[in-house]
């Protein structure tokens, strides 16, 4: 909508100065790793601690409507009577990165609502997760023993994004060799941040504790000597947004130039969509 853009750059967001305020979560992996379930766990943690807190759902698009499917909000509905807890469910709407293009708006919104903390829980696509580090000052990436070994996790790039490895219904076959196995491939990175592995089982609360205290320590590792990271992060979330807009107004624009006979050419095939794109 008009002005949006402009009504957004003039609130008063902390986030554009400091790490933290509100601290950003993002909760990524395939799909069935429990995310929703881990997402409710944080919730409960950050309202323990008397915070106001989010839940920014990407949920996959209806294929018939676009709209969101509403998952999360079905998963977190027993928070619904808590006035100190938002949750929003937002259509991916195909976007790739695993985050719909107004994710870092509507986290903008929230921040300068005052929440304390804010969960973004994105779809959960695989390869074309790594939007949410652009959005999130931890990234958290829930596995399971299904997901597979340590190398796939690197052939999906969640190995780079991830700021916390958790490997969640661990009392299944397989999920001790995961862990050791994303423990050594994350020795091997050269980062000055290395990404703790945690074993949990959500469900139960198994490992929970330990995983809130290391966002802890992320965080203060983003306001002391990560500092210059996070800004990386966020001068590269303000530039893929740039991008985004540009590719929105395009779309726009080539929707208003289509015409019933252009449509009706590109239709029919007596006008190629290239040559059509080319004409402008």
């Known amino acids: 909508m008009p002005g949006v853009g402009e009504a957004l750059a003039k609130l008063p967001v902390r986030r554009r100065e400091r790490p933290g305020s509100p601290h950003v979560i993002g909760l990524t992996g395939p799909p069935g790793a429990g995310k929703s379930t881990f997402a409710d766990r944080l919730v409960m943690d950050a309202r323990a601690r008397g915070e106001r807190v989010a839940v920014v759902a990407i949920d996959p698009s209806s294929p018939f409507t676009g709209g969101s499917i509403l998952g999360d909000r079905v998963r977190l509905e027993q928070h619904a009577s808590d006035d100190g807890v938002y949750v929003r469910s937002l259509s991916s709407r195909g976007h790739l990165g695993g985050l719909c293009g107004a994710a870092s708006d509507v986290v903008d919104l929230l921040d300068a609502c005052g929440y304390d903390r804010v969960i973004v829980e994105t779809v959960g696509v695989g390869q074309s ?36 490895f958790v490997v969640n219904k661990a ?110």
């Open 129 to 164: 997760e790594i939007g949410v580090i652009e959005v999130a000052d931890t990234t958290i990436v829930v596995l399971t023993p299904e997901s597979g070994d340590a190398v796939q996790t690197m052939k999906a790039g969640l190995l780079e994004i991830a700021d916390i």
């Open 171 to 280: 009392d299944r076959p397989g999920a001790d060799a995961l862990v050791r196995e994303l423990e050594v491939a994350v020795s091997l990175d050269h980062t000055h941040w290395m990404a703790p592995v945690h074993s949990t089982s959500a469900t139960n609360g198994t490992g929970v504790a330990e995983v809130v205290a290391s966002t802890r320590l992320h965080l203060a590792w983003c306001v002391g000597e990560g500092r210059a990271a996070w800004e990386r992060r966020r001068g590269d979330a303000r530039v893929r947004r740039y991008l985004d807009l540009l590719a929105e107004n395009a779309r726009a624009e080539g929707l208003a130039h289509l015409g019933t006979e252009l449509e009706a050419r590109i239709r029919s095939g007596a006008t190629s969509p290239h040559t059509a794109a080319r004409r402008g």
